[in-house]
């Protein structure tokens, strides 16, 4: 293995582009991939971690959109499905099929023959799909699979399979999958400005943020690129501005929240969608491990997407709507183990509807100086977003498109599902269960990677936090392999511990700042510099998931 796959500001001007996509979340995965995979030469330069945005700040869902039919959203539903299907096959160690009940009660917005309307109209723009056929069922039926549901007044409700995602881990995949390819990708790289010649970009003045800045200041560049493609998110507008000062605005920002509790106070056994007993609201409990997660709010946003936070009035919403689902459960803020946050960037429209019914489809638009834009649009669709934006870079070009295998090549860690025949040797080096559970859910079969390393060094067997299942060996794959370059990166969107553990993971910040500096060599300086980073940054902001961007 190399020390690191991380490239540097200056691979990048070295390059003579096609393309430089800025922006590292979902999105820009998905057109770095795509592009890569039709042979353009292709960079991507994310100022924080790739997925440190929205795309590892989700519901963590791949789902067609089951809510969106109520707005007759038919063409986003039947895309969404589409994609679901498609993602199950490249991804089934990331992207896996969870069964989920929808309850109804008396007087709800949504009654049980308009939800089994509803979910027949789904199977069919499923087209069959991968998932199981939904059923409906009487008030016995529905507490038979879910006992610990209200029973006041439930009338019967819906069994339906949607899918269930790791959003960020879903980012590095798509990365790498397209390094694989060709591509280069920079994170901690900051867009200083935009490069005119003759009134066209023809590229970005780029400054790396990972390093330490030495007496003549951090390493900077000009990357040239035959098209920028702007893929920034919540942060589209803002880039916008680089290009054209005067751009209105294309986006409508939203914040949506989540909590996370212990499973065993809700004791429900498959995720569920329910209406808020708060404001009729479509929300869901959705199972992770030994936790639950409770979603989301959906609210208007202003401010920096960066500094997006669970408000307290957000919380005692998702712990009212939780409670009047699960009256047993006495929910109280202490029982809120962690929270997350983010910022959706809805295509701007109507400004007097709810937030709840604006839009979840995209936009693709080109700037007077030739960027394109693709904003809007939800995870799920994120490869035939890429693939739309793609075409219009061949347009650009000058070139006729080219055709690439993206609905078939598995992403990296994909390429099987059958996980037994690798992870013996894992057993037999004596890894605890829980803990090959955790590398075949998070690695896929790069968790064989990750076993050889414990191989070669039994030390790292140890795991990073006594009350999560990951090892030390994941800590050196993700730094060699996944371009972890700060605490956070590891301990929030690599290995979750920030959300998997009550203390966030602060208690592995110091094992994994030490075995990060073992890689990277870091003086000890630097190590304690970045266990302190995360320590105090996460301590301050517990409700980020990460400690917050310089």
């Keep these: 293995?190399?020390?690191?796959?991380?490239?540097?500001?200056?691979?990048?001007?070295?390059?003579?582009?096609?393309?430089?996509?800025?922006?590292?979340?979902?999105?820009?995965?998905?057109?770095?991939?795509?592009?890569?995979?039709?042979?353009?030469?292709?960079?991507?330069?994310?100022?924080?971690?790739?997925?440190?945005?929205?795309?590892?700040?989700?519901?963590?869902?791949?789902?067609?959109?089951?809510?969106?039919?109520?707005?007759?959203?038919?063409?986003?539903?039947?895309?969404?499905?589409?994609?679901?299907?498609?993602?199950?096959?490249?991804?089934?160690?990331?992207?896996?099929?969870?069964?989920?009940?929808?309850?109804?009660?008396?007087?709800?917005?949504?009654?049980?023959?308009?939800?089994?309307?509803?979910?027949?109209?789904?199977?069919?723009?499923?087209?069959?799909?991968?998932?199981?056929?939904?059923?409906?069922?009487?008030?016995?039926?529905?507490?038979?699979?879910?006992?610990?549901?209200?029973?006041?007044?439930?009338t019967g409700g819906g069994l339906y399979h949607d899918a269930q995602c790791d959003d960020a881990r879903l980012v590095i995949a798509t990365i790498r999958s397209a390094t694989r390819h060709g591509a280069l990708a920079l994170n901690y790289a900051s867009v200083r400005g935009l490069v005119t010649e003759a009134g066209r970009l023809v590229g970005a003045d780029v400054e790396d943020l990972a390093g330490e800045a030495g007496e003549g200041g951090r390493e900077t560049a000009v990357i040239k690129a035959s098209v920028i493609v702007n893929a920034t998110g919540p942060w589209t507008d803002q880039v916008r501005r680089l290009e054209d000062p005067t751009a209105s605005p294309l986006l409508r920002l939203t914040s949506g929240g989540h909590i996370v509790v212990r499973r065993s106070r809700l004791g429900h056994t498959r995720g569920i969608t329910f209406t808020s007993p708060v404001d009729g609201r479509v929300m869901f409990v959705l199972p992770m491990g030994d936790f639950s997660y409770v979603g989301t709010t959906d609210r208007d946003f202003e401010g920096d997407p960066a500094e997006v936070r669970l408000t307290d009035a957000d919380r005692q919403y998702l712990l009212r709507s939780v409670n009047g689902l699960f009256p047993h459960a006495h929910l109280s803020e202490e029982d809120v183990v962690s929270t997350w946050a983010g910022v959706r960037p809805l295509l701007a429209a109507d400004p007097t509807a709810h937030p709840d019914a604006v839009s979840r489809e995209h936009r693709i638009v080109r700037g007077p100086l030739g960027m394109v834009t693709v904003t809007g649009g939800k995870l799920t669709t994120f490869r035939r977003m890429a693939g739309e934006v793609v075409d219009q870079v061949f347009r650009h070009l000058?070139?006729?498109?080219?055709?690439?295998?993206?609905?078939?090549?598995?992403?990296?860690?994909?390429?099987?599902?059958?996980?037994?025949?690798?992870?013996?040797?894992?057993?037999?080096?004596?890894?605890?269960?829980?803990?090959?559970?955790?590398?075949?859910?998070?690695?896929?079969?790069?968790?064989?990677?990750?076993?050889?390393?414990?191989?070669?060094?039994?030390?790292?067997?140890?795991?990073?936090?006594?009350?999560?299942?990951?090892?030390?060996?994941?800590?050196?794959?993700?730094?060699?392999?996944?371009?972890?370059?700060?605490?956070?990166?590891?301990?929030?969107?690599?290995?979750?511990?920030?959300?998997?553990?009550?203390?966030?993971?602060?208690?592995?910040?110091?094992?994994?700042?030490?075995?990060?500096?073992?890689?990277?060599?870091?003086?000890?300086?630097r190590v304690e510099q970045e266990a302190l980073r995360f320590e105090t940054g996460d301590a301050a902001a517990k409700n980020s998931l990460e400690s917050p961007p310089p």
């Design 1 to 154: 293995m190399t020390a690191s796959v991380r490239a540097r500001v200056s691979d990048l001007a070295a390059r003579e582009l096609d393309l430089l996509v800025i922006g590292g979340g979902i999105t820009g995965a998905g057109v770095l991939r795509d592009a890569a995979m039709r042979g353009l030469k292709v960079a991507l330069v994310e100022r924080a971690d790739f997925g440190a945005g929205t795309s590892s700040r989700s519901s963590r869902l791949i789902h067609g959109g089951l809510r969106y039919l109520e707005h007759r959203q038919w063409r986003l539903v039947f895309e969404a499905l589409h994609e679901r299907a498609i993602l199950l096959r490249l991804a089934p160690h990331l992207v896996r099929s969870l069964a989920f009940v929808f309850p109804v009660y008396r007087g709800d917005r949504v009654p049980r023959w308009k939800l089994a309307l509803g979910l027949a109209l789904y199977r069919v723009l499923a087209a069959g799909g991968n998932v199981p056929r939904p059923r409906i069922f009487g008030k016995a039926g529905m507490l038979s699979l879910e006992p610990n549901l209200r029973v006041r007044g439930l």
């Design 398 to 525: 000058g070139i006729e498109p080219r055709v690439a295998a993206t609905e078939t090549e598995p992403l990296v860690g994909g390429e099987s599902a059958a996980w037994g025949s690798f992870l013996q040797g894992g057993v037999d080096l004596g890894i605890p269960a829980a803990t090959i559970d955790h590398l075949v859910h998070h690695f896929g079969t790069e968790a064989a990677a990750i076993i050889n390393l414990v191989r070669t060094d039994r030390q790292l067997m140890h795991r990073i936090h006594p009350d999560h299942p990951a090892m030390a060996a994941e800590v050196v794959h993700v730094v060699r392999r996944e371009m972890a370059v700060r605490v956070a990166d590891v301990l929030s969107r690599r290995l979750h511990l920030t959300t998997e553990t009550a203390d966030g993971g602060r208690a592995a910040a110091r094992p994994v700042a030490e075995l990060m500096g073992r890689e990277a060599g870091w003086s000890a300086d």
